[in-house]
T-cell receptor
Framework: AQSVTQPDIHITVSEGASLELRCNYS??????LFWYVQSPGQGLQLLLK??????LVQGIKGFEAEFKRSQSSFNLRKPSVHWSDAAEYFC?????????????FGQGTRLTINP | GAGVSQSPSNKVTEKGKDVELRCDPI?????LYWYRQSLGQGLEFLIYFQGNSAPDKSGLPSDRFSAERTGGSVSTLTIQRTQQEDSAVYLC???????????FGPGTRLTVT
């Protein structure tokens, strides 16, 4: 069965510092991978996705992620965080089921930004 | 344009009562999904619809949970005889087919007392 592990439950970084959020997945075939962000009281917003091709994908809000098949990882990065990036981040793997795509999420990483 | 909307935004109900949660997907989106977000279980897939049919209901936690979609649009998730462990945020998402981005609604926070 597919699974996603986000090893860090909570991360604190200073504003302006670089950020890397870790994600490891378990999936038999080539995965569809996603990062979503959830601000307090809000729904989930897609930051970026990987389906195939270039293993370094760019997303919104200055985020990027790199797919590494050998490590079964899809880590999210940002060179310089802003206070508005404080939120919960979810990595997900998508599995195609008939006419739809089921998302399996990791447990999430809560990001706190120090001023 | 309008995004995915869900109603109510908050629902408090007594144990044993039935509740209905509604999802209005983005117009034209053929696929609709329900997920549940709870402290203990994280984000779980519940069910999806392709058009009006739900080919896979295996994610529903128990037979007290059911869902329908009519006219290829609005969907209702019904929980019968609610239990305290049903307390969670229920999220709905829609997409343009299986490889389209899933757009999520703001969720319905259900509290069972």
């Amino acid at each position: 069965a597919q699974s996603v592990t986000q090893p860090d439950i909570h991360i604190t970084v200073s504003e302006g510092a670089s950020l890397e959020l870790r994600c490891n997945y378990s999936y038999g075939a080539t995965p569809y991978l996603f990062w979503y962000v959830q601000s307090p009281g809000q729904g989930l917003q897609l930051l970026l996705k990987y389906f195939s091709g270039d293993t370094l994908v760019q997303g919104i809000k200055g985020f990027e992620a790199e797919f590494k098949r050998s490590q079964s990882s899809f880590n999210l990065r940002k060179p310089s965080v802003h206070w508005s990036d404080a939120a919960e981040y979810f990595c997900a793997v998508g599995t195609l089921i008939q006419g739809a795509q089921k998302l399996v999420f990791g447990q999430g990483t809560r990001l706190t930004i120090n001023p | 344009g309008a995004g995915v909307s869900q109603s109510p935004s908050n629902k408090v109900t007594e144990k044993g009562k039935d509740v209905e949660l509604r999802c209005d997907p983005i117009s034209g989106h053929t696929a609709l999904y329900w997920y549940r977000q709870s402290l203990g279980q994280g984000l779980e897939f519940l069910i999806y619809f392709q058009g009006n049919s739900a080919p896979d209901k295996s994610g529903l936690p128990s037979d007290r949970f059911s869902a329908e979609r009519t006219g290829g649009s609005v969907s209702t998730l019904t929980i019968q005889r609610t239990q305290q462990e049903d307390s969670a945020v229920y999220l709905c998402a829609s997409s343009l087919g299986r490889e389209g981005e899933q757009y999520f609604g703001p969720g319905t926070r259900l509290t069972v007392t």
